[in-house]
């Protein structure tokens, strides 16, 4: 999340939503310092990914920022449910498993379907980091039953997106290359060595010189995987993730209504 006291501006990062190119643009603005672009305990809770706190988290535990969130113009980007469950899943394989879900078996990618869908339907308020990733969306953009954040945004409209969050922050912000993609190396054994030299260059070079070498990076070393897991259109997953994300549903599927009808309206004479 960023909060930029400057312009009364906040991004909510909803994960799996390309929040990240947009939080790493948005930090020189964050007046917060970084304190909610980290993990970090949070009492009764423990250690969690401060960087995707829900409105009732944020609301409980830092009133102060809630509030901020709103009165300021506050912006979040919202996925197809089916879609972002399964880069969720990919990112779980890649970060807390150590392989790439595009290498693994159909059968343990299914398996370990099961066992996630399972563990989903019993968790605590706020999701333990490993389960982060799976939080549903609505809890970014709504607080007991009440519609609190006020531009949402579908990630297929994301030129929309930053034209209104830069507008509201004064500042020109471009889509950069989308991090946590799910990627299929062309040589499996340069993953760690390239990711480990992404890092350093990041933090080292000014931004007009990194992005230009990691967008060759991702072009010259991975690519993406020819199909999407059959494993995860399995009607079983399909069906959990209908029920379970049902007014993630309703709200991306208004999101992109919105978005047409402005669309629509800037197009008539």
Do not use: W
């Amino acid at each position: 999340m960023i909060v930029d006291d400057r312009h009364n501006v906040v991004f909510l990062h909803n994960p799996k939503c390309a929040g990240t190119s947009v939080r790493r643009q948005l930090a020189h603005l964050d007046t917060t310092a970084g304190a909610f672009s980290a993990p970090g305990e949070i009492e009764g809770t423990g250690k969690v990914y401060k960087t995707h706190l829900p409105l009732d988290i944020l609301a409980k535990h830092f009133r102060a920022t809630y509030e901020k969130v709103k009165n300021y113009q506050s912006f979040v980007l919202v996925r197809d449910p089916q879609a972002r469950f399964k880069s969720a899943l990919a990112q779980r394989f890649r970060e807390f498993l150590g392989k790439e879900i595009t290498e693994t078996a159909d059968e343990e990618v299914l398996d370990e379907a099961y066992r996630l869908m399972e563990k989903l339907k019993d968790m605590p308020q706020m999701y333990p980091m490993e389960y982060i990733h799976f939080l549903p969306q609505y809890r970014f953009i709504e607080n007991n039953n009440k519609r609190v954040v006020d531009h949402i945004f579908p990630i297929e409209e994301m030129s929309d997106f930053y034209e209104a969050i830069s507008d509201a922050c004064g500042e020109e912000l471009t889509p950069g290359v989308p991090q946590n993609q799910t990627l299929t190396f062309r040589r499996p054994g340069l993953r760690h060595v390239a990711r480990r030299i992404n890092g350093a260059l990041r933090t080292s070079l000014p931004s007009q010189f990194y992005k230009p070498i990691q967008k060759f990076g991702h072009l010259a070393l991975t690519r993406k995987p020819a199909t999407e897991k059959s494993a995860l259109d399995h009607p079983d997953v399909q069906s959990f993730v209908e029920d379970f994300y049902k007014k993630d549903f309703e709200i991306y599927k208004e999101a992109r209504k919105a978005v047409a009808k402005q669309a629509a309206l800037t197009q008539l004479p």
